[in-house]
């Protein structure tokens, strides 16, 4: 016995280190097992807890079963049969109030955090207020405090509880962002669901839907960049200042409102498209084609405009199924034309966002 122990007591530093390595696990901008903000980390506590009852029921159970295994199996020579019992009250109390008291444990904070996780922040005077509406394929973010809409990327200021209301305008779809909150679906009117979010650190956070929605469903990412309170405001200041002017040719701004602004807005006023206030800012184009793979980087701008040229030319071949792609059909550009309005949106970048966007 003592033996056995030494050689499994070797084993120890191997676990130790697997327990490092597995604790090291899940990127901080990704990950639910890495979590970046308060609702996070209490997910992340549920998560923890429900495992280590999971855990320590299943290496009980098992101890307790090889144990049985070995000390009473069948010895060399021994043929009578052992004594046959049925029905002990003593174990069968024991083995019945274990699980009860082990679900409480589990159910009394899951119950009181799954409340506590819908708490309507939107009264609450320090939280900022952002109504979510997803489409197919993209979501969009109002801040109806600020008068501002925007699209794809969420910015939000750190330390900070967002209030959100979760809509849809189409089929249902499922706001996730991993390693700030646990996903929470957008429903149609009359049965909308709240939740809130608050980041602890400045980072470039990766959002999902997580409701198979449509063939474009599994691109239908947003970023959600949480940045400094003066950096916020500084943004809200430029969100709310007049579209950058059209530098270029006048014909190819023509052919740019004709075919374009008809869907999309470049002010905070509502369209069928995202609006592109700033889209030089975006850490993607048509949130799944991104300007860059990591935050340590820069925002790549040739990577931008070629995302962005493959995106006009051809949005159904990025996302199948997308709104832009019927309005599309017939629509021929120059080169030129292309160059310019490529030129007009690669450019329009909002100086709040330069640092977190290292451009
Ligand atoms: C029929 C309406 C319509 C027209 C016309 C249209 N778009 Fe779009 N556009 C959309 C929709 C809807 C999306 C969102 C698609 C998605 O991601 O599923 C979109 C997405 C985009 C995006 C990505 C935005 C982001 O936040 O990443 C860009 C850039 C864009 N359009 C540029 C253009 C340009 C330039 C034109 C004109 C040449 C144009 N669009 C014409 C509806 C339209
Ligand atoms: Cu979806």
């Not at 274990?98 to 904070?109: R, T």
């Amino acid at each position: 016995m003592m033996k056995r122990w030494h050689a499994a007591k070797r084993l120890l530093p191997l676990f130790a280190g697997l327990v490092l390595l597995l604790s090291a696990c899940g990127r901080e901008d990704l990950s639910a097992i890495n979590p970046q903000g308060p609702v996070a980390e209490k997910q992340y506590g549920l998560m923890t807890l429900s495992i280590s009852i999971m855990t320590l029921v299943v290496v009980v159970v098992f101890a307790i079963s090889f144990y049985v295994i070995i000390r009473y199996r069948r010895k060399p020579g021994q043929n009578d049969i052992p004594k046959q019992v049925e029905g002990n009250h003593k174990l069968e109390i024991i083995w019945t109030v274990i699980p009860i008291v082990l679900l409480l444990i589990l159910a009394v904070p899951t119950a009181k955090y799954v409340f506590a996780f819908a708490e309507d922040y939107s009264k609450d005077e320090n939280a900022i207020k952002v109504n979510v509406t997803s489409h197919q394929y993209w979501w969009e973010f109002e801040y109806p405090e600020y008068g501002i809409r925007t699209a794809q990327d969420l910015i939000i200021p750190t330390n900070k509880k967002i209030a959100i209301n979760l809509r849809t305008q189409d089929v249902l779809h499922s706001f996730w962002v991993p390693s700030l909150a646990g996903k929470m679906d957008t429903n149609t009117e009359g049965n909308l669901n709240k939740m809130y979010i608050e980041a602890t650190k400045e980072n470039v956070y990766r959002g999902k839907c997580a409701e198979l929605c449509g063939p474009s469903h599994a691109y239908m990412d947003f970023k959600v960049k949480a940045v400094n309170e003066d950096t916020f405001k500084a943004w809200v200041n430029e969100m709310n200042a007049e579209p950058k002017a059209w530098t270029g040719d006048p014909a190819a701004y023509d052919k740019f409102k004709t075919s374009c602004l008809s869907c999309h807005a470049l002010d905070n006023s509502q369209s069928l498209g995202p609006n592109l206030k700033g889209l030089g800012s975006r850490e993607s184009i048509a949130g799944i084609m991104l300007n860059r793979d990591n935050v340590s980087e820069p925002i790549n701008q040739d990577l931008m405009e070629q995302h962005l040229r493959e995106w006009i030319v051809d949005p159904e071949r990025v996302k199948p199924g997308n709104a832009m792609t019927n309005g599309m059909t017939g629509v021929e550009f120059t080169d030129e034309e292309l160059d310019q309005i490529v030129d007009y949106l690669s450019n329009y970048k909002l100086d709040s966002l330069k640092e977190i966007n290292k451009q």
